[in-house]
């Protein structure tokens, strides 16, 4: 089994796979694991279910800034960003980039009372509360910053849920859906042409798996809904007669890294047949088999998640989640601990080692021929990296074809379920072995 790499045959960008949801907040005043949070250089924190588990009652959401939806628009003393501009520039400070969602947090207690996820009475009116909020984040408007945010993501899930009643994301049809991104993403990218628009933040792709007994296994009403609301949405925002901008197109999946893979490439095969050639691939909510959550099986799946949308059509990810939240996966609370402490995990080392591909910044050739192993070569012309997974129980030994690393005394930095976190210098002889559910990056 052989381990090819060609640090002379450049293959492209290392690319913003290794964004996050959510960060680490342990309270609404209590910021103090962002240095720790820091270590991972994520390029973008999509700002959706922040605040508390699965979403709090005063950040980034519109209702939540916007608080009273009869005030007027264009009076800056009917919004409230307190705890968003805290946030900001908290993510600000140690250089994370936001990835706002215009819309609402999931709201799983709706069967009891739903609060913001209801469409809005008047889509012209929403529009300009959106546009003043980015005005105050990206013009300075009401006191406001300059952040200079590129994205802006309109609603998350409303394919939640076909039956009106049992969906907690989206309290209308998809005809209203689309009617209310239509007329929010042309105002928004009519006022400010130099941001990205998008949406809707698919539930994903789970029943257009290309297998007929894969398809077979994940199909159910629901998830052929998300299929249905899918393709209505493009053709509807295609016509002549709605024709709407859509800069990214983002999506979600939850499923294994193999299904994974299959999902992203039907939504980049669907969206070119549909004419959004240019449109960005953006899987922003992922997390495969999130049960196994603190193993190094789980911290070995996300070091391959990462390796197979670096090498397929993704064009940027977001992580589910980097909060302390049951989804979280960085970081553990200390049992019996006062005040709070936190231990980081595997997964955390799989992103944190990760980061130093995107710091070298060039992706070049890396193959192996073997199943389960994952992996990505990087470099800057004067340093080379090669990040390694092994997806699988047993223990893998691999031949290196590879000038730059071999017979050389490299960094070699690992996560595994025995040993934990370690690093150490080692001269590589042309032959490597690679623990059961590790992760490994070895620099030179």
């Known amino acids: ?35 720790k949070f ?46 968003t501009d805290r946030l900001l520039s908290e993510l600000d400070k140690i250089g994370v980039k936001p990835f706002y969602r215009l819309g609402a947090s999931i709201e799983n207690g709706h069967r009891i009372k739903a609060y913001h996820i209801y469409p809005p009475k008047d889509n012209a009116k929403w ?39 049992d969906n907690p994301m989206w309290k209308g049809t998809k005809e209203q859906f689309f009617e209310h991104y239509k007329v929010v993403s042309r105002y928004l990218k009519e006022q400010f042409p130099e941001i990205k628009v998008g949406g809707y933040a698919s539930c994903g792709f789970y029943a257009a798996n290309g297998d007929s007994h894969v398809k077979a296994a994940n199909s159910s009403p629901r998830t052929e809904y998300f299929i249905e609301f899918f393709h209505d949405f493009l053709k509807f925002i295609s016509s002549d007669r709605n024709r709407s901008p859509l800069d990214f197109f983002s ?38 088999e999130y049960f196994d959550k603190g193993s190094a099986k789980h911290a070995s799946k996300i070091g391959a998640m990462l390796c197979v949308m670096q090498n397929g059509s993704v064009d940027q990810a977001e992580f589910y989640a980097g909060d302390l939240s049951p989804w979280g996966s960085f970081f553990e609370k200390i049992p019996r601990s006062y005040p709070e402490e936190y231990a980081v995990t595997g997964e955390f080392y799989a992103f944190k080692l990760f980061a130093k591909l995107r710091k070298l910044g060039t992706q ?40 730059e690393l071999s017979d050389k005394t490299c960094k070699v930095s690992r996560t595994d379920g025995m040993y934990g976190f370690c690093e150490s210098d080692e001269r590589l002889t042309g032959f490597l072995s690679l623990p059961p559910y590790s992760v490994t990056l070895i620099e030179a």
């Open 251 to 288: 999506w979600h999946t939850y499923a294994s890294v193999e299904q994974s893979v299959s999902h992203a490439e039907y939504a980049r095969r669907e969206l070119d047949r549909y004419g959004f050639t240019h449109t960005e691939s953006i899987l922003n909510e992922w997390n495969p």
């Open 1 to 35: 089994m052989t381990l090819s790499v060609d640090f002379k045959k450049n293959v492209g960008k290392i690319k913003p796979v290794n964004g996050v949801n959510c960060a680490p907040i342990i309270s609404y005043y209590n910021y103090s694991l962002f240095e």
């Open 364 to 403: 070049f050739y890396c193959s192996a021929d073997v199943k389960n192993v994952y992996t990505v070569a990087a470099g800057n012309g004067k340093n080379h990296a090669l990040y390694l997974v092994n997806n699988s129980d047993a223990q893998i030994s691999l031949d290196i074809d590879c000038p």
């Open 38 to 83: 820091a270590e991972l250089e994520v390029p973008f924190c999509r700002l959706h279910d922040f605040g508390g588990c699965f979403g709090g009652t005063h950040f980034v959401d519109v209702e939540n800034i916007f608080t009273d939806m009869n005030a007027d628009e264009e009076d800056s003393a009917s919004y409230d960003f307190t705890f």
């Open 127 to 165: 529009a300009r509360i959106c546009a003043n909020i980015i005005r105050h984040y990206n013009c300075g408007w009401a006191d406001g910053f300059h952040y200079g945010i590129e994205y802006f993501e309109i609603w998350n899930e409303p394919d939640n849920e076909e039956k009106i009643e």
